[in-house]
């Protein structure tokens, strides 16, 4: 039972524009975001997170979006560039904290075009 | 900041087998995560410490899977009599107080 789905595992982008990708959950107890980018033959890299008091977090060119109504959070990358072609996990936890286990997604495949 | 270690970085054994995993953590980090990671999956938390407490364990964790960190440094996860079924990468992730967990780059086990 996935209980953080990620329901596009590939999506290609050309250089410049906007990358959307999108997470949904179905554990109400979710209470704290992350997203991370997993390079070939590297471990996953910590992006972005977004507590469930906010709706919305931006670091640069990155921006998380949470709709806890809906139960959807978003990562947008604008503008992408080819360095951001990774695979991108979308990760939750029931203890407002990073620092707690976490549940993953299966993760999403970006490819920037140049 | 050298980051989270993995030892060996790809490990083959015979079913049957014993096989021993290290995980050298960021040094100020107080807790250490262990996930598995199989093709098309994302990771799945096994176990995790906080110093040298072991707090959780998921129910993935079968008895033939022990972990250990003596010492409130590095950790170590056996995995006795493999099976084919734990063919995957294993990830060690490690953070301080509030901050998001940094992994290491894995260790791939391949069952023959």
């Known amino acids: 039972d996935q209980q953080v789905k990620q329901n596009s595992p590939s999506l290609s982008v050309q250089e410049g524009r906007i990358s959307i990708l999108n997470c949904d959950y179905t554990?109400?107890?979710?209470?704290?975001f992350l997203w991370y980018k997993k390079y070939p033959a590297e471990g996953p890299t910590f992006l972005i997170s977004?507590?469930?008091?906010?709706d919305k977090n931006e670091d640069g060119r990155f921006t998380v979006f949470l709709n806890k109504s809906a139960k959807h959070l978003s990562l947008h990358i604008v503008p992408s560039q080819p360095g951001d072609s990774a695979v991108y996990f979308c990760a939750a936890s029931d203890r407002n904290s990073g620092n707690t286990p976490l549940v993953f997604g299966k993760g999403t495949r970006l490819s920037v075009i140049a | 900041d050298t980051g989270v270690s993995q030892n060996p970085r790809h490990k083959i054994t015979k079913r049957g087998q014993n096989v021993t995993f290290r995980c050298d953590p960021i040094?100020?980090?107080?807790?250490l995560y262990w996930y598995r990671q199989t093709l098309g999956q994302g990771p799945e938390f096994l176990t995790y410490f906080q110093n040298e407490a072991q707090l959780e364990k998921s129910r993935l964790l079968s008895d033939r899977f022990s972990a250990e960190r003596p010492k409130g440094s590095f950790s170590t996860l056996e995995i006795q009599r493999t099976e084919q079924g734990d063919s995957a990468m294993y990830l060690c992730?490690?953070?301080?107080?509030?901050?998001?967990?940094?992994f290491g780059d894995g260790t791939r086990l391949s069952i023959l």
């Open positions: 554990n109400s107890m979710f209470d704290y």
């Open positions: 992730a490690s953070s301080f107080r509030n901050q998001p967990q940094h």
């Open positions: 040094s100020e980090h107080n807790r």
């Open positions: 977004i507590s469930s008091i906010k």
